[in-house]
């Protein structure tokens, strides 16, 4: 097995991870398992942040490293909350506060499509100069008000256009298939069968 750490203090995160990259002879163990923090998130672009989330987690632990940085992108409020998306109300961060501040942003707007952007990066070594970058995109709209029970985040107020469900009303199983996070990780999972020799 090879150990990979996962540059993550989220765990529902975690567990979507987990499950969207199953099969493969990789041991993920979660970045809080050696007591380290949370590493910066200082840039304007969600590459950039998961590339030093990534070497944060590998500096600290001697290991690979998979991160990602994702988000919401409203096309009205050209692309914010993007890379904002988790702390976008403001600490202490909570999805419900981020889900109200994002409803009152868009209070009689008639566009209100968005879009989940995820950006995951997989590095060999702290200092990998051929980082792994795997990008996917979930498009839908801003509803009105917050449907559905799974997930996490901005789920329960975002319009999946191909299923017309809340991403909150969508069973874990369909979210992965289709989610941006889940597009990202099947493009990984397809790297690293070649890397891996799965």
């Given at each position: 097995?090879?150990?990979?750490?996962?540059?993550?203090?989220n765990e529902k995160k975690l567990a979507e991870l987990q499950s969207l990259m199953n099969g493969l002879k990789i041991n993920f163990i979660p970045q809080?398992?050696?007591?380290?923090?949370?590493?910066?998130?200082?840039?304007?672009?969600?590459?950039?942040?998961?590339?030093?989330?990534?070497?944060?987690?590998?500096?600290?632990?001697?290991?690979?490293?998979?991160?990602?940085?994702?988000?919401?992108?409203?096309?009205?409020?050209?692309?914010?909350?993007?890379?904002?998306?988790?702390?976008?109300?403001?600490?202490?961060?909570?999805d419900e506060k981020n889900n109200n501040k994002l409803l009152d942003c868009l209070k009689n707007k008639k566009n209100r499509r968005a879009h989940y952007?995820?950006?995951?990066?997989?590095?060999?070594?702290?200092?990998?100069?051929?980082?792994?970058?795997?990008?996917?995109?979930?498009?839908?709209?801003?509803?009105?008000?917050?449907?559905?029970?799974?997930?996490?985040?901005?789920?329960?107020?975002?319009?999946?256009?191909?299923?017309?469900?809340?991403?909150?009303?969508?069973?874990?199983?369909?979210?992965?298939?289709?989610?941006?996070?889940?597009?990202?990780?099947?493009?990984?999972?397809?790297?690293?069968?070649?890397?891996?020799?799965?």
């Amino acid at each position: 097995m090879n150990d990979i750490v996962l540059a993550t203090n989220n765990e529902k995160k975690l567990a979507e991870l987990q499950s969207l990259m199953n099969g493969l002879k990789i041991n993920f163990i979660p970045q809080a398992k050696f007591n380290i923090g949370s590493s910066e998130e200082p840039f304007n672009t969600f590459i950039e942040n998961a590339l030093i989330k990534a070497r944060y987690a590998s500096k600290k632990t001697n290991l690979p490293a998979i991160a990602d940085d994702s988000g919401i992108c409203v096309d009205v409020l050209s692309g914010k909350p993007g890379v904002h998306s988790a702390r976008f109300a403001g600490e202490p961060a909570s999805d419900e506060k981020n889900n109200n501040k994002l409803l009152d942003c868009l209070k009689n707007k008639k566009n209100r499509r968005a879009h989940y952007h995820c950006a995951i990066v997989f590095i060999r070594n702290v200092d990998d100069p051929e980082p792994i970058i795997c990008e996917g995109q979930w498009y839908g709209e801003i509803l009105e008000a917050p449907r559905g029970k799974f997930g996490f985040g901005y789920d329960p107020i975002f319009l999946d256009f191909k299923t017309e469900k809340a991403a909150a009303e969508l069973d874990p199983e369909v979210k992965n298939r289709i989610s941006h996070r889940g597009q990202a990780l099947q493009k990984l999972k397809q790297k690293f069968k070649i890397i891996y020799e799965q």
